[in-house]
């Protein structure tokens, strides 16, 4: 592809592109279907001295009003079995495939490992960007190797797992932001399935005499379902907040202060907290700050009650950070990306 084929959608509204349904527009826009078109969109954006912005499904950002620049929607699809040995598959996925149909499709195929992370919004290619997690999983646990389109060099490289820095909710993609334009993901997943089921509300499919990844997904789904509210009724960008990880120095004067505080020791010896508890033990599940509000169903989770914009869901979450710091001395930070 050449830079004269790409479609550049002037005033391009991206208020139905996100899920916390931000009024918001960029001065152009383009969707793009072929890793072709990523280099030649990069090369359009240096000669017209545009900046230019990657989005997937919308789930984790809170977009401004306006962007003077090209926003670029990753759009191209494919799913492929790539390997089929008796002691795992490798799947591969385009980065704009629905990361939640790219679990089911898996899932359909007998194949467990991913099952767990059933249900979250998004993109393929935004997956291991925060190596999302969710029910005792992560990306980052069945990652085989993936292909970015490397905007520094303008080149395709191929990420191996020991190349990608993985940690909780953070990559190596998330650390130089904009450089790397994911546009395929390979998993590896293990046979035969293990179903991991540490997770409360799951624990009790281990007695099913007969338990599939298809059980299991659905649970998940379940759980879900039961607990966040869905971003099509109350926009929201899911967990707004990441569990904070702290020190021991930290986390000793707060469990004498509240013993009965969620905490989880992790293998660097510091403890992770509960975000959401912090904010609910703040008084503020249900709190309403002028178009958003926290929800009333999950204090993790910031919404839009209508017509926010970025400013009052930045607004919103200084006022929590503030809050959550003044009572418990621990710093929260934002999970979504600001752009
Ligand atoms: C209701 C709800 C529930 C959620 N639950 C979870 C959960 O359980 N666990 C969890 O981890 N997350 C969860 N999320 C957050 C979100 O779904 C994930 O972070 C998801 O991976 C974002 O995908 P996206 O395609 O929407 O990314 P976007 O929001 O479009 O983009 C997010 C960031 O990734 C970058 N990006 C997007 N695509 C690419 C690409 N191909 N290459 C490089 N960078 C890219 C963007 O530039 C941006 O900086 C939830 C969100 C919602 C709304």
Redesign the pocket.
């Known amino acids: 592809m050449t830079e004269t084929e790409l479609t550049l959608i002037p005033d391009f509204d991206l208020s139905g592109r996100?899920?916390l349904a931000l009024k918001a527009a960029s001065r152009f826009g383009v969707v793009l279907e072929t890793t072709e078109s990523i280099a030649a969109l990069f090369a359009l954006a240096e000669a017209r001295g545009l900046p230019l912005?990657?989005?997937?499904?919308?789930?984790?950002?809170v977009l401004a009003p306006e962007f003077d620049g090209i926003t670029a929607i990753?759009a191209s699809k494919g799913k492929f079995l790539v390997e089929n040995t008796d002691g795992h598959v490798v799947v591969e996925a385009a980065?704009g495939e629905v990361?939640h149909d790219f679990v089911g499709w898996t899932v359909a195929q007998g194949f467990g490992g991913i099952e767990n992370?059933a249900?979250?919004?998004?993109?393929v290619?935004?997956?291991p960007?925060?190596?999302?997690?969710?029910y005792g999983a992560e990306v980052a646990d069945v990652f085989e190797s993936l292909v970015?389109f490397d905007t520094k060099t303008r080149s395709l490289r191929t990420f191996a797992l020991d190349e990608c820095a993985f940690a909780y909710?953070d990559s190596v993609?998330k650390h130089e932001?904009?450089r790397?334009?994911?546009?395929s993901l390979r998993l590896r997943l293990k046979k035969p399935w293990t179903p991991n089921l540490r997770f409360a509300g799951l624990s009790e499919l281990a007695d099913l005499p007969r338990l599939d990844p298809k059980a299991v997904m659905e649970r998940v789904v379940a759980i879900?379902n039961s607990k966040?509210?869905?971003?099509r009724v109350t926009p929201?960008?899911?967990?707004f907040f990441q569990n904070p990880i702290v020190s021991l120095e930290e986390v000793t004067p707060l469990l004498a202060r509240f013993p009965n505080a969620p905490n989880f020791s992790q293998a660097d010896g510091r403890t992770k907290l509960s975000a959401g508890w912090l904010i609910e033990q703040s008084g503020l599940k249900g709190f309403r700050l002028g178009k958003a509000g926290v929800s009333d169903r999950h204090a993790l989770?910031v919404i839009n009650l209508g017509g926010a914009a970025a400013e009052d869901i930045a607004a919103l979450a200084a006022h929590i950070k503030a809050t959550v710091m003044e009572r418990f001395g621990i710093a929260l930070h934002e999970?979504?990306?600001f752009?």
């Open positions: 996100n899920t912005r990657i989005l997937g499904g919308g789930s984790n950002v990753i980065a990361w992370l249900g979250i919004p998004g993109t290619g935004a997956a960007v925060q190596n999302i997690g969710a970015a909710r993609f932001p904009g790397y334009v994911v546009v879900r966040l509210p869905d971003w929201n960008a899911g967990s989770v999970e979504p990306v752009t």
